[in-house]
């Protein structure tokens, strides 16, 4: 997401260009984006399914004044065509809401009919997204305003109390796509030497359907690397009508910044095992 040789300017003029909505943004966020000194990126979120393709992006600005200003991209293939499209938002609300009135482009024949789009899993007060929330490094050598950061935890803080109500979950819409196998391999790639074992293994082998949602992704630092971590669910429905889930760690958190994937049957040790990593605390 972060090109060291792009200027902000630069990467404001792509972002803009490309932005289907730009000129909807309100002429005083761009006139601000004119001093941008520094900028970052990273994932917010992320749903692929047979049908729609979408993503949502962050895209932070440091300010000649010391403030930071965000801008929220959506990336989606709702088009005919499946072409991709960009629309570009100043508030994390308007963007998750227009995110989710997208649907899947209509199209004659194929697989693609007979799969249903599902919701982004999001947790606004999982622990492990303050790893990389409190703090922007633009990795360009600047420092925000310490008030920036305390602005932006009270923030973090007013969000997650409005989004604290229990919301009804929809229901899971599961592939049948050689479950039992996929559920095999993922449970195989896994590094970690606390992974699941048989006792998770067995009933798995009686998997018909299953379901990947991507619920976690953002790049940061740990051992004063960067860092990359990814949380998946792949959810499986067994024969007698049950339901289990498998959780993934995806990450470069590792001493010579190689690719990782570990694999826990609760998504509270997953997220435990990311903190223990962006913080240094796990070898290997």
């Not at 051992?223 to 049950?242: C, I, M, N, Q, V």
């Amino acid at each position: 997401m972060n090109d060291p040789y792009e200027t902000s300017e630069t990467h404001l003029e792509r972002l803009l260009g490309r932005a289907l909505n730009s000129f909807d943004l309100p002429d005083a966020v761009i006139e601000r984006l004119d001093s941008a000194l520094a900028h970052a990126s990273s994932l917010r979120s992320s749903h692929h399914s047979a049908g729609l393709h979408r993503e949502t992006y962050r895209h932070t600005y440091l300010l000649a004044d010391s403030t930071a200003l965000t801008l929220w991209e959506l990336v989606h293939n709702t088009r005919r065509d499946g072409a991709e499209q960009h629309e570009l938002y100043t508030d994390e609300y308007e963007v998750r809401l227009a995110a989710s009135r997208l649907r899947r482009p209509h199209r004659t024949g194929g697989a693609d009919e007979a799969a249903v789009p599902c919701l982004d899993a999001f947790d606004p007060t999982a622990d492990s997204d303050s790893l990389f929330e409190s703090r922007f490094e633009s990795g360009l050598g600047v420092t925000l305003d310490p008030s920036f950061e305390s602005d932006l935890a009270a923030d973090l803080e007013l969000l997650s109390g409005l989004l604290t109500a229990p919301q009804t979950p929809l229901p899971r819409v599961y592939l049948p796509d050689n479950s039992a196998d996929h559920a095999r391999r993922v449970l195989r790639r896994a590094e970690n030497v606390d992974r699941p074992g048989e006792e998770v293994a067995g009933p798995l082998r009686a998997a018909f359907a299953h379901q990947i949602t991507q619920v976690f992704g953002r790049h940061g630092h740990a051992e004063g690397k960067d860092a990359g971590f990814t949380l998946y669910e792949h959810a499986f429905l067994l024969l007698d009508g049950t339901e289990t889930s498998l959780w993934e760690v995806e990450h470069t958190a590792t001493p010579d910044g190689r690719h990782m994937c570990e694999v826990y049957a609760a998504q509270s040790a997953a997220r435990e095992a990311m903190e223990l990593r962006a913080r240094g605390q796990v070898s290997g």
